[in-house]
């Protein structure tokens, strides 16, 4: 693998921590759970995006990029800490943010707005083309843009979660754990498609197992092409031959409740319980419909006792305080 010659900007400190959450289990009464902590991540605020812009950028600036412009939701987590390692990196960013703008920026938005990042909102059917519309201002500026897609889901961002697994292998071996599953949010790809690259070739014997936050497995928009294409450019990016098909892919899609950024009681439940049970918090709009799903898993007995599962803590929790008025 060349993943040590790829270009990459340091951003956090890694390993992130992995610890057992001994309440959680024992009010489960199920498999031992344990949660890697990816939210603690040290730029910004932290999440995993971060993992996926140390490649992006590392890219960004050998290309000779001056501006990083990206695009998602108001709430977007990706936005705020691709503004927060622009910054970092001595590089200006542009963000695309569907939505018109609130009269109380806050949450992630308050953060995109102390960090300097040049907001342009739009409508969400348009985000594509105004994304690809605002580098082209930029470079007709004289500017030198390096466009991220939305989620910093390409082969590039994506070889930051088969890095993951090169971690948490090492990790585990330390620790003597040997998890049946790892659970996570799935919503751009970047991180389900790097994580079983990752799972693959570095022999993790486990399910990789992403709860969808907004994508379906079956129709015409299904999910599964998207993560196929991403990880098997993420294996050419990385020179290994891994070729991994649909099948491949474990995703849980039934916990798309209202829809995306649209949480309901299982969300807020899982945030009220990780509070109180073990003083972490979570994000209304992708770790806490993750959480809620993995406890819900275990209420149904997928798993018994004597396993154990990791969940990866994607970050997100800024978001909690865009839905302050449901608390
Ligand atoms: C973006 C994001 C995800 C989903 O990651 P993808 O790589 O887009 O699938 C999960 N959790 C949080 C908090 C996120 O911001």
Redesign the pocket.
Known sequence: MKLDQLPRFNLAEFPTPIHCLKTLTKACRGPSIYMKRD?LTSLGMG???TR?LEFLIGQAIADGADTLVTAGGIQ???CRLTAAAANRAGLACDLVLNGSPPTLSNGNLLLDKILGARVHYCDRKNRDARLLQVADELAAKGNKPFVIPV???NSIGSVG?VNAMVELKDQLESMDLKPDAIL?????????AGLTLGARVTGFAGEVM?IS?DQTKTGDNSFLPVLEKIANETAQRIGSDTVLTQTDFSLNCDYLGGGYAQPGELEFNAIRDLAQLEGIFL?P???AR?MGGLLDLIQKKVWTKDQTILFLH???TP?LFAWADRF
Do not use: L, R
């Not at 996570?184 to 389900?192: H, K, N, Y």
């Open positions: 939210d999440g995993n995006k996926k977007s987590n990706h989620g910093g889901s979660y996570f949010a799935s919503s751009s790809g970047g991180t389900q992403g936050i994000g709009v992708y770790t993750a994607t970050g997100g978001e």
